[in-house]
């Protein structure tokens, strides 16, 4: 199922959305350290959407640019994230219309869930960045696959078409990606780390589930939300 923009846009403000949205912030600004390099770095925001999350980065880096394939989220971004330092543009995440190195660094939020080769979307976004690479991927082995499969089954969602991947699939993707050096020499991702968050879907006993949420260990490859993030 397709959601209009505004009506995909709208979820973030949500009580849920932000609460979600909070957690996957959290775990992105952590693991590229974008508070370190406030305003001394560029951006790109593969998958963008409507715009929210590319507006986020626009608060701690110095250029960022938003691609979709989608006209209508594009449009939609323009309109109502349109900072000074921020560009969209319609673009295939698997073939990017830009030089290699031309960010310094390369951000998909639950994008790669949709792409229909994710391997050559990494591998784009690799291509495309200096310095680091973040990767936020919802996962398979989390409950909150589980009940999205569920629902699935009696109605139409927008996760219907979503594909959601583990941990070491995504690792795997980003580790085996090999790009050249002007010696010839090829380059693969170095550094490569993860970390998960957790959003349990009761909601009825949030309060109770948010403090849980928190304390429980990143590392563990079970969370609804994971980062996977590198450097060249």
Known sequence: MQLFADEYDSWYYTKKGKYISGLEKRVLLKMIQLSAISYQSSAIDIGCGTG????????????????????????????????????????????????????????????????????????????????KIFLGVLNRWSMLSFFKKLKGIFKDTSYSDACFYSQREITNILSTVELPLPSGERVGVRGIHKQHTYFLPFPRIRLVLSGFERIIPSWIPFGGFMGIAGER
Do not use: H
Not at 57 to 74: A, E, F, K, P, Q
């Open 52 to 131: 929210y999350f590319t507006q986020f980065l626009g608060n701690y880096c110095r250029s960022v640019v938003g691609v979709d394939t989608s006209m209508d989220m594009i449009k939609y971004a323009m309109i109502k994230y349109k900072d000074s330092n921020i560009k969209y543009l319609i673009a295939n995440a698997e073939s990017l219309p830009f030089k290699e190195r031309s960010f310094d660094i390369s951000v998909s939020v639950t994008a790669v869930n949709f792409f229909k080769n994710p391997a050559r979307a990494v591998s784009e976004s690799v291509r495309i960045s200096r310095k």
